[in-house]
C-alpha cells in the first residue's frame, strides 16, 4: 500500500526490485546517451581505467526510475484491487547528493531500496508532505554502487478527509 503522508516513518524501506545489466543493454543505451569508450564495448573499456565494460551511471539512474514506477504502479494497483485508499504520489522538486560509487559492469545485478530518512510538512501545498528518502542501489555482493537523496510529495490523509 501506498502510505499517506502521516503514516509513513523514518526508516521504513522499500525495495524496488532487481536488475541485472547486460552487456547488449549497457552498449545500446550508451550508443544513444552515453558514448564513452567503457561504455561502448570490452576493446574500448580495456583501455580505459575501468578495464572492462560497464554500465553508464544514468543507465543505472535511469534503472532506478523504471523500478521505482513499476512499484508504485504495482502497489496502486493491489490496493484498488483489495479496496484500500493509496495515497498520492506527487512530483518530486528534485534530489541531490548523485554518486557512482562504484562502476557497474556487464552481468551485475543490482537491487534497488529505499529509505525514508525524513519528512517536512509542505507549507504552500498543505494537502501535501514532502518524504525525504535515501535511494541506494546495491550490486549482487551487497557493495553499494549508487546512491541519491530524494525528495517527493506525498499526499496527506487530511487532503482525501477535506
Same mark, same amino acid.
Given at each position: 500500500?501506498?502510505?499517506?503522508?502521516?503514516?509513513?516513518?523514518?526508516?521504513? %524501506?522499500?525495495?524496488?526490485?532487481?536488475?541485472?545489466?547486460?552487456?547488449?543493454?549497457?552498449? $545500446?543505451? !550508451?550508443?544513444?546517451?552515453?558514448?564513452?569508450?567503457?561504455?561502448?564495448?570490452?576493446?574500448?573499456?580495456?583501455?580505459?581505467?575501468?578495464?572492462?565494460?560497464?554500465?553508464?551511471?544514468?543507465?543505472?539512474?535511469?534503472? +532506478?526510475?523504471?523500478?521505482?514506477?513499476?512499484?508504485?504502479? !504495482? %502497489?496502486?494497483?493491489? #490496493? $484498488?484491487?483489495?479496496? /484500500?485508499?493509496?495515497?498520492?504520489?506527487?512530483?518530486?522538486?528534485?534530489?541531490?547528493?548523485?554518486?557512482?560509487?562504484?562502476?557497474?559492469?556487464?552481468?551485475?545485478?543490482?537491487?534497488? %531500496?529505499?529509505? /525514508?530518512?525524513?519528512?517536512?510538512?509542505?507549507?504552500? $501545498?498543505?494537502?501535501?508532505?514532502?518524504?525525504?528518502? *535515501?535511494?541506494? #542501489?546495491?550490486?549482487? *555482493?551487497?557493495?553499494?554502487? +549508487?546512491? +541519491?537523496?530524494?525528495?517527493?510529495?506525498?499526499? $496527506?490523509?487530511?487532503?482525501?478527509?477535506?
Amino acid at each position: 500500500m501506498i502510505d499517506f503522508f502521516e503514516d509513513i516513518r523514518e526508516g521504513d %524501506t522499500l525495495e524496488l526490485g532487481r536488475y541485472t545489466f547486460q552487456t547488449d543493454e549497457i552498449i $545500446r543505451f !550508451a550508443e544513444k546517451y552515453d558514448p564513452q569508450p567503457f561504455h561502448l564495448s570490452e576493446e574500448g573499456a580495456a583501455q580505459t581505467h575501468f578495464g572492462r565494460l560497464c554500465a553508464s551511471g544514468w543507465h543505472t539512474a535511469s534503472v +532506478f526510475m523504471k523500478l521505482f514506477v513499476a512499484k508504485m504502479k !504495482a %502497489t496502486q494497483s493491489a #490496493a $484498488r484491487e483489495s479496496g /484500500v485508499t493509496a495515497a498520492k504520489i506527487g512530483p518530486s522538486p528534485g534530489f541531490e547528493d548523485l554518486k557512482w560509487i562504484k562502476p557497474v559492469f556487464a552481468g551485475d545485478t543490482l537491487t534497488y %531500496t529505499r529509505i /525514508v530518512t525524513g519528512k517536512t510538512e509542505s507549507r504552500s $501545498r498543505p494537502e501535501w508532505g514532502l518524504v525525504h528518502s *535515501d535511494m541506494l #542501489a546495491h550490486n549482487q *555482493d551487497g557493495t553499494l554502487v +549508487f546512491s +541519491f537523496k530524494a525528495t517527493v510529495f506525498v499526499e $496527506r490523509r487530511a487532503a482525501r478527509a477535506g
